[in-house]
């Protein structure tokens, strides 16, 4: 049986909507990182986005003859809608769904959650580099006061 892999994927638009960048990243079990930073050729709001991110990242999983994935990904709507736990009757939106319901369908064994934003940095970071964007500057996080 195939080991277990872990992917990241995320999305932007610039302006929203606009130019659709894209970050993945695949993580094998020994560790070994594959990263990728895309253009799409399509144009679309950040929900577009997200879902062509989620698509380009099973696709690479699949091409590379993956069946076991752990997926992580920031966007709310890609994670429920893709799951079934919502739904849109917005077309092109329920076309990038049933794509990504398609490409889940063709793993072993598959899971796909949703992350806090500072938790997907590195495809964040891939996907507006595509965009020509630089990275994020997270805030540092203050401690605590000791009394």
Known sequence: MSEL????FDGSALPN???????????????????RSLLAREFGCNNE??????????????????????????????VRYVSGVDATSIERLGLLIRRAQQLLAEFDEISLHWI?????????????????????????RRKAARA
């Open 5 to 8: 892999w872990q992917g990241w």
């Open 17 to 35: 909507p606009g130019r659709i960048g894209i970050g993945l990243v695949l993580q094998a079990p020994d560790g070994h990182v594959c990263e």
């Open 49 to 78: 986005a997200e879902l062509h991110a989620l698509c380009a990242l099973l696709e690479m999983a699949r091409d590379q003859g993956l069946r076991r994935l752990l997926i992580h990904g920031d966007s709310n709507v890609a």
């Open 116 to 140: 806090p934003r500072h938790r997907n940095g590195a495809a964040d970071g891939l996907s507006r580099r595509a965009l020509g964007l630089p990275e994020k500057v997270e805030p540092k």
